[in-house]
């Protein structure tokens, strides 16, 4: 049995700090492999993401591409909300990667800021019978997971002006298509 993770995200873009989670879920031993999820419709956001799905897709495998290759190799990006119509369910997700994966133990990985609203979430009891959370601590919220000394990086202020919280080749990117311009 392996322990999969789902790292879901609306990755509008994809920063350090995200990187740094992945990291230490593989450092501090928490998952095996983990699946990064951009989300395709998100619906508890308050805006539509400024990238398009594709893009936010793009970005990540650029991203991820970064990671050292022990790392590397057990990280997929997995385009299943990006390519479904309609909202974004992360129920429907952990179903689809449940039966892909039917002998593997599957977790979410998420953020305090999204473990306190998961109450809000489409099916939200069922959708917790079937993964085991992995919160983690973020700053400017209150501890409630584990405390992966995080970065302080905010996808709102990379797409206002970049200020370095991306890997080069996701920089590089933003700036060949003109991403987050008119922010």
């Given at each position: 049995?392996?322990?999969?993770?789902?790292?879901?995200?609306?990755?509008?873009?994809?920063?350090?700090?995200?990187?740094?989670?992945i990291t230490q879920l593989f450092?501090?031993?928490?998952?095996?492999?983990?699946?990064?999820?951009?989300?395709?419709?998100?619906?508890?956001?308050?805006?539509?993401?400024?990238?398009?799905?594709?893009q936010r897709y793009t970005m990540c495998e650029?991203?991820?591409?970064?990671?050292p290759d022990e790392i590397r190799k057990k990280v997929r990006v997995d385009q299943i909300e990006v390519l479904r119509q309609g909202p974004s369910y992360a129920i429907d997700t952990v179903q689809a990667i449940k039966a892909a994966h039917p002998r593997d133990q599957i977790f979410l990985i998420m953020g305090t800021d999204a473990f306190a609203k998961i109450d809000d979430w489409?099916?939200?009891?069922?959708?917790?019978?079937?993964?085991?959370?992995?919160?983690?601590?973020?700053?400017?919220?209150?501890?409630?997971?584990?405390?992966?000394?995080a970065l302080e990086v905010s996808a709102t202020s990379i797409r206002a002006g970049l200020s370095g919280q991306v890997p080069e080749k996701v920089a590089a990117y933003i700036r060949e298509n003109g991403l987050y311009d008119n922010q």
């Open positions: 049995m392996s322990r999969v993770g789902i790292y879901g995200g609306t990755f509008d873009p994809i920063h350090l700090g995200h990187l740094h989670v450092e501090k031993d928490l998952v095996d492999e983990l699946l990064v999820v951009p989300a395709g419709q998100p619906l508890l956001r308050e805006q539509a993401p400024f990238a398009s799905g594709a650029l991203a991820i591409s970064s990671l489409h099916n939200s009891a069922e959708l917790k019978s079937l993964v085991s959370i992995i919160c983690i601590d973020r700053p400017g919220f209150t501890p409630a997971g584990i405390d992966i000394a």
